[in-house]
């Protein structure tokens, strides 16, 4: 891990803890038949913590139910799939960040965590973008792909089977910290 003293002067020490100010999570699904479509939802909760990026730490939630499709009835199919009552949460712990190098006021880094889905946890790690503006600290996540079976959710189907939707899916998010 590096940390941010080998990163140009404008990117200070110590990383100040800022309050969410907003973010989503985008998650593009491919299926049979139909069009692929995406699913997205408002970052519910997120929080970070240290003196610089070889030792942040932090979280962020989405609310299974905050997840929408654009149709009313897919949107109760993948809460039904992702048995949303019993697992109302899709959760990421941060435990690690591999910055790569400064350009700008950009880093681009790997986050490592780890990442709650449908009950079962898993250590993964991500390629993200930490931008850093005067006054926040935006996050971009860059397009990971999952497969939902690993996480115990079974790929929803309709119609006897005509209209799948396939198992892997990529995931995008942003989270903004700032006053």
Not at 77 to 101: C, E, K, T, W, Y
Request: hydrophobic share 45%; with cysteine.
């Amino acid at each position: 891990m590096t940390s941010l003293s080998c990163c140009p002067a404008r990117w200070p020490q110590a990383i100040t803890p800022l309050p969410l100010r907003g973010g989503e999570v985008v998650v593009d699904v491919r299926a049979t038949k139909v069009n692929d479509f995406d699913t997205r939802a408002g970052v519910a909760a997120a929080r970070f913590s240290g003196s610089d990026l070889a030792n942040v730490t932090g979280f962020f939630e989405v609310r299974v139910a905050d997840m929408r499709t654009g149709i009313g009835l897919r949107d109760r199919h993948l809460r039904g799939a992702m048995n949303a009552d019993s697992f109302p949460v899709v959760r990421f712990d941060l435990i690690g960040v591999d910055a790569q190098g400064a350009t700008g006021d950009s880093i681009p880094i790997a986050l490592q965590g780890r990442l709650t889905l449908h009950g079962v946890t898993r250590v993964i790690r991500v390629p993200a973008t930490v931008v850093r503006r005067p006054a926040s600290i935006e996050v971009i996540v860059s397009r990971y792909p999952l497969d939902m079976r690993e996480y115990g959710i079974t790929p929803p189907t309709r119609f006897l089977g005509a209209i799948r939707v396939h198992p892997d899916v990529h995931v995008n998010a942003r989270l903004l910290f700032g006053n």
